[in-house]
C-alpha cells in the first residue's frame, strides 16, 4: 500500500508500493520506495522535487 503525505509549503511524499506512469501510461522508473513529488511545479526534473520550491517561496494552501 502507498502512503502519500503533503508536506507543508513543499512536495508530495510516495511511501510503499507504487506505480508512476505517463499520462499514456508509460511507466516513469523511480529507483526508491520513496520519491519526492514536485508541487510548485517549477521542478527542472519533473515530476520529481528538486528543492525549487524553497527557492522561490513556494506556499501550499491549507
Known amino acids: ?6 508536506y507543508q509549503d513543499g512536495p ?3 511511501r510503499g508500493a507504487f506505480a508512476l506512469v505517463t499520462p499514456d501510461g508509460r511507466p516513469i522508473e523511480t529507483r526508491r520506495g520513496t ?3 514536485c508541487r510548485c511545479g517549477k521542478s527542472a526534473v519533473k515530476p520529481f522535487c528538486d528543492g525549487t520550491h524553497k527557492a ?6 491549507p
Open 12 to 14: 508530495l511524499l510516495v
Open 1 to 6: 500500500m502507498a502512503t502519500i503525505t503533503p
Open 35 to 37: 520519491i519526492a513529488l
Open 56 to 61: 522561490i517561496n513556494f506556499r501550499s494552501t
